[in-house]
Structures are given as C-alpha cells and as structure tokens.
C-alpha cells in the first residue's frame, strides 16, 4: 500500500515542479499553485485506491490526509518531503511514542502535521 501511495507522491512532486512557480503574464510575480490541480492525485488515491486496499494505515491522520494537510499548510516541496518522511515512520516506532486514539474500533496513533512543525520554529530565527 505504502509504495502506491509513493508513487503518487512523486508524481505529484513532478507535477508542482513546472506549477509552483509559474510566473503571472501580467505581473511577473509568482503565484500560488492551483491546489486541486496538485492534490489531484491524492484525492484520487483516496477515493478509488484506498477503499479498495481498506484502509489498513495505523496513525491518524491517515498518511494520505497528512500528505493534503501538510501541502496545504507548507506547499507542494516541503509537503512532499513531510509525507515522505511520514511514510518511512508510518506504523513503526511512532506508534511506541504516539498517543493513541481509538476511532471506529481501532487504535490509531495521533501524528498530525502539527506535530511535525517543530523543526521550522528552530530555524526561523
């Protein structure tokens, strides 16, 4: 599951590549990214693959809602970065250090990209 998930990640990263910063005809200024055209592939991940495959992910948020979040909240390169990072620790060790929450039945860990801002504090200096 993880490494479709992967793959939609990079090719939503190869995509953004040419979008992020297009420049305005008019202006000359950069303009922000059309967020559904980025998050497309996601979004279709979430409605047609993950039901298939059952939503087994054991942190909440799942991996691909963390992946909208954190695009949303960083943009489309640390977004991708932050998830990438997500996925090598979904279901591993952060499940030891993650509060637990149960939601329909199961026990999740709690790992939302708010979590994970830590890092961008310290080097705002």
């Known amino acids: 599951m993880k490494i479709y998930f992967f793959f939609i990640l990079l090719l939503v990263l190869t995509t953004t590549v040419s979008v992020v910063h297009a420049a305005d005809p008019e202006g000359g200024k950069a303009r922000e990214p059309q967020e559904p055209l980025l998050l497309a592939p996601i979004f279709a991940y979430q409605k047609h693959i993950s039901p298939v495959l059952g939503g087994?992910?054991?942190m909440h948020p799942s991996c691909s809602r963390y992946c909208v979040d954190a695009?949303?909240?960083h943009g489309p390169v640390l977004g991708w970065i932050m998830t990438c990072d997500r996925l090598m620790r979904?279901?591993?060790?952060?499940?030891?250090s993650s509060r637990m929450v149960r939601i329909h039945?199961?026990?999740l860990g709690v790992d939302?990209?708010?979590?994970n801002d830590f890092w961008l504090k310290n080097h705002s200096r």
Do not use: F, M
Not at 90 to 96: I, P, S
């Open 56 to 58: 087994k992910c054991p």
């Open 71 to 73: 695009v949303k909240k």
């Open 90 to 96: 979904c279901g591993r060790d952060e499940l030891a």
């Open 105 to 107: 039945g199961n026990s």
């Open 112 to 115: 939302p990209v708010s979590n």
